[in-house]
């Protein structure tokens, strides 16, 4: 069964960068037969949709605020899918979560995901 976890979170500064990682934490098997979404929640917000890559990993889309910051990937030796955040802003800071659908493409509804991590926190300081 399909369990997800995400790392890499922290605090940065204003311009600086993280990378995200979602892996299969009960198996360590390969995500590439699911189309994965990054989600975030800030504080006292509800949980928005910023990018997400299909099973078919030449697909991937973005939220306008993040397109040419954020880079979502497959890291096929690592079996995991990252996400790249640079140029941070103060205003992307929350709770980053990935969630899977087998054998999908791109999907920006959050009802449709079958399954979801817990997230990682990610702060940005001014």
């Known amino acids: 069964q399909l369990q997800l976890a995400e790392s890499g979170g922290g605090l940065v500064q204003t311009g600086g960068s993280l990378r995200l990682s979602c892996t299969d934490a009960?198996?360590?098997?390969?995500?590439?037969?699911?189309?994965i979404g990054w989600f975030r929640q800030a504080p006292g917000k509800v949980r928005e949709w910023i990018a997400c890559?299909?099973?078919?990993?030449?697909?991937?889309n973005y939220e306008d605020s993040v397109k040419g910051r954020f880079t979502v990937s497959r890291d096929k030796a690592k079996n995991t899918v990252s996400l790249q955040l640079d140029s941070l802003k103060p205003e992307d800071a929350g709770i980053y979560y990935c969630?899977?659908?087998?054998?999908?493409?791109?999907?920006?509804?959050?009802?449709?995901?079958?399954?979801w991590g817990r997230g990682t926190p990610v702060s940005v300081s001014s």
């Open positions: 969630a899977a659908k087998a054998f999908s493409p791109c999907v920006v509804n959050a009802n449709e995901y079958e399954t």
């Open positions: 890559i299909g099973s078919n990993e030449a697909v991937t």
């Open positions: 009960h198996s360590r098997s390969s995500l590439d037969g699911y189309g």
